[in-house]
């Protein structure tokens, strides 16, 4: 299977930064905000590869925030000790998640930088003037001009020029906000950015001349930002660390006791990371209620199968996992979901994913249960084979299933 990293790992980046945004089914557009404004703020002024590297750490530098209760742009916009002391760690959680894909290292290093003030009152380093990245200058600056145009109150250039002006000195520097705002005023740029409904457009037009980052054919880098996304995917709901990965690893292994081609195996695998990434549009407070969820609620979290499905759509190179990512609850008898696919209607991939989320869920701690043991979750799937898993792969499944409880 040949699949083009670097292509596929920027498409992935930008799917990550679109959906990550959503909050109540609408797109704030946060972080394609504040890279295309980092982008043209330091156009012209760093190397075409710093550019890149701008560009990327604008669309990752909140993804350490994935995890708040709420979006982290209501943080932001508040200036109380509670969301200050929630905050303080999300560039370096953030950081940290970003230095594991390949390529990203001074990605990563912008990002840790991204909330440094130039007086020292920023975090989390209390970094000083020439201390901090100019990257990572431009993007400050970038950030508290989204976060004031996310109130709503400043839509006017004069107004928020008279807000940011404010932080002078203090946030960012004279020349930069010098800079920043002749290049608002340029020809129609800001008139156009206020408006959510074009920043789509724009964001393509930015990032079609900023390019990609250029990642290597001789490393796994789509499986290790597939991992980076398992870990931002299952963040989003405490109760669920480390699941997309597990559910990655049992499918690999059963895949690997099928005497599949590798070709498959590796398709496997990687749906195994994503099969969740609907989840992450789906209300943390239905993802961790304490008690059984009510009908309505229920079918709520149903959606996330199908949000998998139309996520995948923005990853034109992973279209082959997309069918196995959305299937993953697609039952053997036809009673799953979205689709209800019967038997062999699902792909093979699909109905082995189906038996390792079933299992690692079962044996998982959950907000209204306790888990059970390997030993008798495995009595359940033997239970629900021929009817929610296939029983072929069943029968597989389970020896390997049961050696994880020694």
Known sequence: MRVNPTKTVNELISALSYISDIEKGLNIYHAWRVAILSSQ???????????????????????????????????????DKMSRHLLLSHPIIGAQLVS???????????????????????????????KIPFGSQVIRLA?????????????NLKKLK???????????????????????????????????????????????????????FKIDAIGKTLEFLAQVIDM????????????????????LAMNLDHDEVTRIRWAGLIHDIGKINVSRYIMNKPKKLTKKEFEEVKKHASLTQKIMEMLPSLKEIALAASSHHEYFDGSGYPQGLKGNQAPLSARILVICDAFDAMTSNRPYRAPLSPTAACHQLNKLSGKQFDPQITKIAIPLFKNLGL
Request: charged content about 25%.
């Open 41 to 79: 703020f330091a156009k012209n002024r760093v190397s075409a590869q710093m550019l890149k590297y701008i560009f990327y750490a604008g669309l990752l530098h909140d993804i350490g925030g994935v995890g708040f209760p709420s979006h982290i742009i209501h943080y932001l916009k508040r200036h």
């Open 100 to 130: 594991n894909i390949p390529e990203m290292t001074e990605v990563a290093k912008l990002i840790l930088d991204h909330h440094e003030w130039l007086n020292g009152q920023g975090y989390p380093r209390a970094k000083t003037k020439n």
């Open 162 to 216: 008279d807000k940011m002006s404010l932080n002078i000195n203090k946030e960012y520097s004279k020349k930069l906000f010098a800079l920043a705002f002749a290049i608002l005023k340029e020809g129609k740029f800001f008139n156009r950015i206020v408006r959510r409904r074009n920043i789509p457009i724009i964001f393509q037009e930015i990032k079609d001349r900023v390019s990609f980052i250029h990642i290597p």
């Open 236 to 255: 989003r709901h405490p109760y669920a660390s480390g699941h997309s990965l597990r559910v990655s690893r049992y499918a690999l292994a059963i895949a």
């Open 143 to 155: 950030d508290s001009i989204d976060i004031a145009l996310q109130t709503g109150r400043y839509h």
